[in-house]
């Protein structure tokens, strides 16, 4: 149950495309969880794979009668980057093939945390990068402190691989520039509700074109440090994700529902969803 004061519903139907759904902080309530996004008007979310078990788990997940329509990525996240195998490059060969599957990742660099080495993350993120310009299926990318390698690498493939999304996008004005100016999507989180480190974002936003702009919760984590109530566990779900795009909305100086309905259509066009969904 969520406290009134943030059951919220959005003014047109929105995508999620960034749900880590597969944590297990949703094994004991999933369902209430799909209910809640559902009256939410979330109706579409897209679940992110990072590792082979995740994606197994939503690929499974993919395959039930939901409220909410699911999708996936699939990917090797850069924490996990020295696992990427030539076994588990073939495996990751067929995931992609698979038809819920619609973007290669959360792939890409993260110099904050350094769980893998630098050396690792890069020859797997270069090998997703293949396999995108391979498969052509977009790209879900993760960058964390490491803008300038990102840009190097994807500069080399740009012609070669198709869309890609920098989800949760954090960094500075040079960063996103160079990524526009690559023509890469951006999925905006509620990082730039947290008024420690997320202050920078505000005077960002207005600079993305609409057709760019994507939304996500990267639920369970990043719940927005300014919700008008207490939420008790402090788990991010999918049901919140209206809030995130008022804020994101309010700083762009556009109305709700107009970011609602662009956010939707660009989610559309890059996963490449089928229109037969209500959202
Ligand atoms: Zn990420």
């Excluded at 679940?47 to 788990?57: F, P, S, W």
């Excluded at 050396?119 to 293949?130: G, H, I, P, S, V």
């Excluded at 960058?143 to 080399?156: C, S, T």
Aim: glycine letters at 6%; charged letters at 25%; one cysteine or more.
């Amino acid at each position: 149950m969520l406290p009134d004061a943030l059951t919220f519903t959005a003014p047109a139907p929105l995508v999620d495309i960034g749900a880590n759904l597969t944590h297990e902080s949703f094994a004991a309530d999933l369902d209430a969880v799909l209910e809640r996004a559902r009256s939410a008007n979330v109706t579409t979310l897209i679940l992110t794979g990072t590792e082979r078990a995740a994606i197994e788990a939503a690929l499974t997940l993919c395959e039930r009668d939901a409220l909410v329509t699911l999708h996936t990525t699939a990917g090797l996240h850069p924490h996990h980057a020295s696992d990427w195998t030539p076994a588990f490059a073939d495996w990751m060969a067929s995931a992609a093939q698979h038809q819920r599957v619609k973007a290669i990742g959360e792939c890409g660099l993260d110099y904050n945390r350094d769980f893998s080495s630098r050396t690792d993350q890069k020859r797997a993120f270069e090998a997703q990068l293949e396999l995108a310009a391979r498969t052509q299926k977009p790209l879900f990318l993760h960058e964390r402190d490491a803008g300038v390698d990102m840009l190097d690498m994807i500069k080399q493939w740009r012609d070669d691989i198709g869309d890609a999304v920098i989800h949760c996008f954090t960094g500075e004005k040079e960063t996103l520039y160079g990524y526009l100016d690559l023509d890469l999507h951006i999925g905006l989180t509620g990082w730039l509700c947290d008024e420690r480190r997320g202050h920078h974002l505000r005077s960002l936003v207005r600079d993305i074109p609409a057709n760019r702009l994507m939304v996500e919760t990267d639920c369970p984590y990043l719940l927005p440090r300014n919700l008008p109530a207490k939420l008790k566990g402090r788990r991010h779900e999918p049901a919140l994700l209206p809030w995130i795009v008022r804020e994101i909305a309010h700083y762009r100086g556009e109305r709700e529902h107009e970011l609602s309905v662009s956010s939707t259509e660009t989610a559309r066009r890059f996963f490449n969803l089928p229109l037969t969904e209500d959202a």
